[in-house]
């Protein structure tokens, strides 16, 4: 500490120390935060299977399934001090027709049975502490932030109700053929981004204080047939 | 003339403190930031404000550097005390003899 150079050196040391064990107290405190997400209702509202392209200049036309969706979550509980963003997203999933074939494996939410999965929608939905790094314009960002009033935590944030919603992400098979499958529910996920700490997913188990998602699964359904052009058939509903 | 200027310029970048004043800063610079560091939690966590927490942490922590980085006059209360330059007494004898290169010391 005989010059000021190596007070600066000692001092920032300690502060690089002291910094690391608030940071891992934060993290910590999550785990005595209890969580409590619930699901009210997840049901497919409008489900059609079209032909289309892959790209603009793709040769090969494929079967896409659009499967619109009515949700009603409260995941408020999610929302903790250190809680930067959740990241809420809706899945399609199906088993597989053979069992030894290969599918993606699900992260959260574990199913064995469920083999086939696919996003149709997703949101990210900021904690007031992380408005200003939301990806919309400026006269929604002055609605956001007016919306939690200067609170730290907003309780209307993480509270989902969707009508009818229109999927962001059309689904295929990598053979091309979606149409009539067996079999399908949606799933809700969700991930809890923290400003400091680990990421979480939605549990397929309690662990302590946290509670698993409650009925974050919808009914079953069938995809199904792609519309000829002269006759009309209906979409299965749920 | 310029090289009084650059002396203090150099005293002043150094910054240099006696061993009492060292003991001090250490004392002072511990208790403060591990002061700022409970209290940016304890008063984030009763708020649930994580910005409040991050701006006390950093608060306090540029603070302790205003307080321990430069050489503030109370850091060099108590000078090291050295000898007069030559004209004293020579070292008394001790008591081992020292033989070196065929001379006997001491």
Redesign the interface.
Known sequence: MYSSLVRLQNVFGLFTTVAFVVAALIAASDFITPRAPTVGTLKTTNVQVVNGRPHYYSSKKEEYAIIKFSLDADLSSLFTWNTKQVFVYVTAEWPSSLSSSSSSATKGGLNTTAENQAVIWDSIITAPSSDHLANIGPAAMKKLRKSAAGKSIDPSRGKLTLKNQRPKYQITYPSGKIAETDNVVLRLHYNVQPWVGILTWNQDRDFGSWKQLQGGLSKAFTLPATKKKATAAGGAKS | MAEQILDQIRDV?????DFE??KL??LI??VA??V??AL??IV??I???????VLI?LGG?AL??LI????WPFYNRNPVKWLPVGGSQPPPPSLQNLIVNEKSLG
């Open positions: 970048a150094e910054g240099q403190i004043g060292q800063v250490e610079s511990n930031l591990t700022v560091g940016a939690f984030g966590y708020n649930q404000d994580i910005k409040l927490a942490a922590t302790t550097f321990t980085i430069p050489a």
